[in-house]
């Protein structure tokens, strides 16, 4: 009788149409205005729902096999697990006496009743609930079907791709100056937008996408020294190298940098060219065996892309906006600069001081700040702070900012102890990755929202799923064996 362990039983479960739904749900997020609409958010809850559900019904039964592991993985579901019981719980009718306790400024501007909520805004923060429960079922989703080389590798290519149809989108449209009407939003394209509604949330969605191209090129680039015997060989292998995949994805990337440039997003161009070099130089001093192939390739980025691709798409226009720091008026209204963005961000560090622990709930943030906002800002819209980590202090409290940070620093952690010691290419190479859209994404967000963004925090959470399952990835040997 063969007893076969709850990992190896966890191979024989046929979810592979629960994986491409995955895949789907990833290609989708972005499409209807970056899911940052009502009734594109609910089309999102309800995959992620069908999804879950989905799952549970393929692994009813090898419940043990699930368990297992997803147990290998409990440090960043717990912290998940806990970031979405939170938003829950800014939601739920408590006793006074709770909310006295845990938020005294909640409870003073709530009408004196026996049960009181900890958000000030119970629909809006009912509606970002709902967004982390997506977020948490795609995480867990990619946890448990991506059990393999192949599967990692296919999730991000997908992400690729997706990544260069919004570059092409956006070029395209942008060419056409598109203007149109979805669900009574008017959507102009004298920027450069792609399906998202703002330049600079299609800057950060590029800088992930193209940080995990560059990790599957370094992927296939191989982690061994090559050597040629003579000038012969070294012409055949670059004429084979220009008609491998590995030049066509070379391409795809050349496309999502010309996306990038020509969305002119400042902090977005300079977020992902900086990410790029701080963990370039971070992987090569980890793994010197692969720090010629992570030089080269990160080299001809900077060379080829910026120097003649940038040129020639207007790379000096970013660097003139990025430059100036006056108020600039166009089409679409007002462009602020560094300065004027983050002005928002400070005056709502009052809010951070009153609600401390807890928040102000989930998405509460434009109702909250009319109470905090200054005559300077006259009859300005501001609905985000421009500034992630200060509105989700401001939403979540240091409570949740911690939970947020715990996750995204243990990440970190494990892509860099994936680095150091992983010698299989893809591992190594979604690591670096994953790391590149961290740190693309924290520095992005010192002055953008992105992570207020459905499909931007959507994909962000996944990209931190293949960190994790590229540490336990069995080798290429393990696998032989099995």
């Known amino acids: 009788m063969t007893i076969r362990s709850p990992l190896s039983q966890a191979t024989e479960v046929q979810d592979g149409w629960i994986f491409f739904g995955l895949l789907a749900l990833m290609v989708w997020a972005p499409l209807p205005l970056a899911s940052n609409r009502y009734w594109a958010a609910g089309l999102l809850l309800l995959m992620a729902v069908v999804l879950l559900v989905g799952t549970i019904w393929v692994w009813r ?158 992927a296939r680039l191989g982690n061994a020294p090559v050597r040629y015997a003579n000038w012969k060989v070294r012409v055949a292998a670059s004429i084979e190298f220009i008609l491998s995949p590995k030049m066509r994805l070379r391409m795809l990337l050349i496309v999502m940098v010309i996306g990038l440039v020509l969305t002119r997003s400042r902090m977005g161009n300079g977020a992902f060219f900086a990410a790029m070099l701080i963990v370039g130089a ?19 980025l900077v060379v080829i892309d910026v120097f003649v691709v940038g040129t020639w798409v207007g790379v000096e226009k970013v660097v003139d906006r990025i430059q100036g720091t006056e108020i600039m008026t166009s089409d679409n209204g007002l462009q602020e600069s560094l300065e004027a963005r983050s002005e928002a961000a400070r005056t709502a560090l009052a809010i951070i001081r009153d609600y401390p622990l807890v928040g102000t709930g989930g998405g509460s943030f434009y109702n909250t700040f009319l109470s905090y906002r200054t005559p300077q800002y ?20 240091l ?84």
Request: with cysteine; net charge positive.
């Open 282 to 300: 971070v992987a090569m001093a980890l793994a010197r065996k692969n720090a010629p192939q992570t030089m080269i390739l990160i080299a001809s």
């Open 61 to 218: 039964r090898s419940g043990q096999s699930a368990w297992h592991r997803l147990l290998r993985y409990r440090w960043p579901l717990g912290l998940l697990s806990a970031m979405v019981a939170l938003a829950w719980l800014q939601t739920a009718p408590l006793p006074a006496a709770w909310v006295a306790a845990l938020s005294p400024n909640a409870a003073a501007a709530q009408a004196a009743a026996a049960w009181m909520t900890l958000s000030l805004d119970i629909y809006q923060s009912r509606y970002m609930a709902s967004l982390s429960y997506v977020y948490l079922s795609a995480f867990g989703i990619a946890l448990l079907t991506v059990r393999s080389a192949e599967r990692l590798d296919r999730l991000a290519q997908v992400l690729v791709w997706s990544g260069v149809m919004q570059a092409a989108l956006a070029a395209v449209l942008l060419s056409l100056k598109a203007e149109y009407r979805i669900f009574y939003v008017n959507i102009s394209h004298h920027d450069a937008i792609g399906s998202f509604v703002n330049r600079n949330h299609l800057a950060g969605y590029l800088c992930m996408t193209l940080s995990v191209g560059i990790g599957l090129m370094l």
């Open 399 to 482: 409570f949740g900012l911690g939970i947020l940070g715990l996750l995204v620093a243990s990440t970190l952690w494990t892509v860099v102890k994936v680095m150091k010691r992983r010698k299989s290419s893809l591992p190594w190479g979604m690591a670096f990755g994953v790391a590149m859209s961290i740190v693309a994404l924290a520095v992005h967000s010192l002055v953008d929202f992105n992570l207020q963004i459905p499909a931007n925090a959507l994909t962000i959470t996944v990209i931190l799923a293949m960190g994790w399952i590229a540490l336990e990835l069995p080798s290429p040997a393990r696998q032989k064996r099995k």
């Open 378 to 397: 006259g009859y300005a819209y501001v609905d985000h702070t421009h500034n992630d980590f200060v509105e989700i202090a401001a939403d979540f409290g």
